[in-house]
């Protein structure tokens, strides 16, 4: 099993940015999709971002609705991944998840087996 924990939410300001960590361990061997999620109250869970784990090619994928804005990277050697996110409105107000999945369709929830407890992100104006 894999073991997730977020960390870095909190209050935000409108406009400003955001960056959310995800410290990774326990059994990552086969590990090879780390993604960002989020959900907001009365909403579905949204895709955010995906990145290859225990992969050499680093390749990555964003929702649409923050293409463009954010960026999802990787540290192997911390066994991080992180989130940074820009250009914030109080639509991006939700917990975000680190999960793991070992293959699958990335932007999908049902790929992904193991999950953080997530952590609040709330943008204030």
């Known amino acids: 099993q894999v073991q997730l924990v977020e960390s870095g939410g909190g209050l935000v300001q409108a406009g400003g940015s955001l960056r959310v960590s995800c410290a990774v361990s326990?059994?990552?061997?086969?590990?090879?999709?780390l993604a960002w999620f989020r959900q907001s109250p009365g909403k579905k869970r949204e895709f955010v971002a995906a990145?290859?784990?225990?992969?050499?090619?680093?390749?990555?994928l964003y929702g649409k609705s923050v293409k463009g804005r954010t960026t999802i990277s990787r540290d192997s050697s911390k066994q991080t991944v992180s989130l940074q996110m820009s250009s914030l409105t109080s639509e991006d107000t939700a917990i975000y998840y680190c999960?793991?999945?070992?293959?699958?369709?990335?932007?999908?929830?049902?790929?992904?087996?193991?999950w953080g407890q997530g952590t609040q992100v709330t943008v204030v104006t």
């Open positions: 990145i290859g784990w225990n992969v050499e090619i680093e390749i990555d």
């Open positions: 999960a793991a999945a070992v293959g699958g369709q990335w932007d999908a929830e049902a790929s992904y087996d193991d």
């Open positions: 326990g059994r990552t061997d086969k590990t090879r999709i």
